[in-house]
C-alpha cells in the first residue's frame, strides 16, 4: 500500500491550495484518513482527519479555513486549504488508519509528504 501526496507549492497569504492524496495497492477498505503537518524542529500535528462514514475532526489552528473530504470510492483524501497565512508553512503528510488489503491488514501508512510554502 502506498499514499502519494500531491499538491503542495508557494502561494501568498491569504491564497488557496488543494492537497490531494491516492492510495494505491488492492485495498478494501480505509477506516480513516487523514492530513498532518511538520515543520522544521516540530513534531508532526494533527491537521484534519475523516472516517469511513465522513465525520470530520478539524484542529483549532485551521478550522473554518481548511476542509477535509474523502472519496472512498477513489481510496482519497483532500485537503482544500483557504485563507492560508505564513504559519501554515510545513510540509504535509497524508494518512491512512487500518487499511484492508486482499493480502494483509496494515494499521498505519503514511504518504511522502507535500511541501505548502505561504508567503507574507
Known amino acids: 500500500v502506498q499514499l502519494q501526496a500531491s499538491g503542495g507549492g508557494l502561494v501568498q497569504a491569504g491564497g488557496s491550495l488543494r492537497l490531494s492524496c491516492l492510495a494505491s495497492g488492492s485495498i478494501f477498505s480505509i477506516r480513516a484518513m487523514g492530513w498532518y503537518r511538520q515543520v522544521p524542529g516540530k513534531g508532526r500535528e494533527m491537521v484534519a482527519t475523516?472516517?469511513?462514514?465522513?465525520?470530520?475532526e478539524t484542529s483549532s489552528p485551521v478550522k473554518g479555513r481548511f476542509a477535509i473530504s474523502r472519496d472512498t470510492g477513489k481510496n482519497a483524501v483532500y485537503l482544500q486549504m483557504n485563507s492560508l497565512k505564513p504559519e501554515d508553512t510545513a510540509v504535509y503528510y497524508c494518512?491512512?488508519?487500518?487499511?484492508?488489503?486482499?493480502?494483509?491488514?496494515?494499521?498505519?501508512?503514511w504518504g511522502q509528504g507535500t511541501l505548502v510554502t505561504v508567503s507574507s
Open positions: 475523516i472516517n469511513r462514514r465522513h465525520e470530520t
Open positions: 494518512n491512512a488508519l487500518n487499511v484492508a488489503t486482499a493480502d494483509k491488514g496494515y494499521p498505519e501508512v
